[in-house]
């Protein structure tokens, strides 16, 4: 069932159950009141009679004349002696005289039927002295308090129908102002899935409701679908590239050993260097995605205890003998503690400082710092560095400042990538500072975490 359904439904339910008890109540309220002012102006009728007539006259035989001056409509009044025999009675309906007189000596009214018919039956004592002598009895019909009933009945039942008219109209009215937007948001959401096109929702309300909030919610996640989709292209056509220009390189010498291979020695030695080459970098750039597929998925780090100044010291150790560039390490306590995962550390060191073998002129140097909830660690060269309007991109996948040189320098463009998944998944943060020709600074900031406080350094 359509919410806009179960809204009319609930609102008309909801009225319906206040406006039929109320209307039972004021019905039983009303009648009650007319009954026992119908009984009430009988009764009066009755002590007139017996206050301006005698009980002589009163029970005199044939004295009906004295009786029909006080005759109201539908209605019978009779004299009744001890032995409940009628004395005198005055009727102009006729259907009363059938009713059973009856002596009685206390006053009585009260309502009752009589041929499926309502009746009140008004009693009151006739006395000489302190004798009772008779009654006088009263059968009235009330057709008025009937009819009066009857015009409550037409009365409330077309005030309910205007009700429910209204209620209907009404609630419709707010169905369409609330749901029609949302009808129109899943009409938008099914065109989204089957033709998988990115389409944002009309943002046209004045009032800042939960639809709009709704609308700017799905709004937003549609621009970060874009997005990611726009980046997941972006990457594999990057992806593609990088292995096309090696394939390339590979199937140009191959098909120059196939013609000229076995003759030209000197092409034969170059050809196979070449198809090495990239096969190596290959190598490297299958391994980087498999990192950094890893790296994405991967939420759990073998988090453990160590100092992080020998990790930077062994790193240092590990690149040194490849470069005669100096590294230089700067501390500010001998031992850093941090909790992290070392092997990933290791390897976030690797990246920028290979980065700076590649680039620096002459000399690289690493600044350890502590901070009370974080330790940073610089590392600076004095290389060509970044212009400035490339760093915002320098940690995309395969971004490369200068295509063609990276190439020679072997760079697929992914470690720096590699670098910023390891700091995220720590909770830490990277940045770059670079000026053209002065050199380049990476910082990174990893957090001790609290097993640690800042006195112990
Ligand atoms: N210290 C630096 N000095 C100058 N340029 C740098 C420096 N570090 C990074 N770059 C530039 O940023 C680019 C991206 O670096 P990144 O480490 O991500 O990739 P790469 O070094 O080219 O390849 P690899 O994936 O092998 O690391 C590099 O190609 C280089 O142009
Ligand atoms: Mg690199």
């Known amino acids: 069932m359509k919410i806009k359904t179960k809204a009319f439904l609930l609102s008309f339910g909801l009225l319906a159950s206040i406006l039929i008890p109320l209307f039972f109540v004021i019905y039983y309220f009303y009648s009650q009141y007319e009954i026992e002012e119908e009984i009430e102006s009988l009764q009066q009728t009755a002590n007139e009679i017996i206050s301006h007539n005698s009980s002589m006259d009163l029970l005199q035989m044939e004295n009906n004349p004295l009786l029909n001056a006080y005759l109201p409509n539908h209605t019978l009044i009779r004299t009744i002696d001890p032995s409940s025999a009628v004395r005198n009675q005055v009727s102009n309906s006729n259907e009363f005289a059938a009713f059973p007189p009856q002596f009685m000596n206390t006053p009585q009214a009260y309502l009752d039927r009589f041929q499926d018919e309502a009746i009140i039956i008004v009693r009151s004592p006739i006395t000489s002295g302190t004798e009772i002598v008779g009654t006088l009895e009263i059968i009235s019909e009330p057709r008025e308090l009937e009819q009066s009933l009857y015009h409550l009945i037409m009365i409330t039942c077309l005030v309910a129908l205007g009700a429910i008219f209204i209620s209907i109209s009404g609630s419709l009215l707010l169905a369409r102002l609330l749901f029609s937007p949302l009808s129109r948001m899943i009409t938008i959401m099914k065109e989204i899935e089957t033709s998988m096109e990115i389409r944002k929702l009309p943002m ?55 013609r000229w291979g076995y003759e030209k020695i ?26 950094l597929a890893e790296l994405d998925h991967e939420s759990k780090l073998s988090l453990s205890v160590f100092d992080l100044v020998s990790l930077c010291r062994e790193t240092i150790q590990l690149l040194q003998p490849l470069s005669t560039k100096e590294i230089r390490l700067f501390t500010p306590s001998p031992i850093l503690e941090i909790e992290a995962d070392r092997l990933q550390i290791h390897q976030l060191l690797l990246i920028p400082l290979d980065n700076a073998l590649k680039y620096a002129k002459q000399r690289i140097d690493v600044h350890l710092e502590s901070h009370p909830s974080h330790l940073y660690i610089r590392i600076l060269d004095d290389g060509i560095g970044i212009p400035s309007d490339e760093l915002p991109f320098i940690f995309e996948r395969f971004y490369r400042v200068d295509r063609s040189r990276s190439r020679q320098t072997g760079g697929s463009g992914l470690g720096l990538a590699i670098a910023k998944s390891i700091v995220e998944l720590h909770q830490g943060t990277i940045q770059m500072k670079s000026e053209r020709n002065q050199g380049t600074e990476v910082i990174i900031a990893l957090p001790r975490k609290k097993t640690f406080n800042s006195s112990k350094n």
């Open 266 to 291: 000197d092409l034969c030695t170059e050809a196979i260097a070449a198809v090495h080459a990239e096969s190596i970098r290959m190598k490297h750039i299958t391994y980087q995605l498999l990192e």
């Open 204 to 258: 046209n309300r004045k009032s800042k409701d939960e639809l709009y909030h709704l609308a700017d919610t799905f709004n937003h996640m549609m621009e970060r679908i874009q997005m990611s989709m726009r980046k997941q292209r972006q990457f594999i056509s990057d992806a593609s590239h990088e292995f096309k220009t090696s394939l390339t390189i590979i199937e140009g010498y191959t098909s120059l050993l196939q």
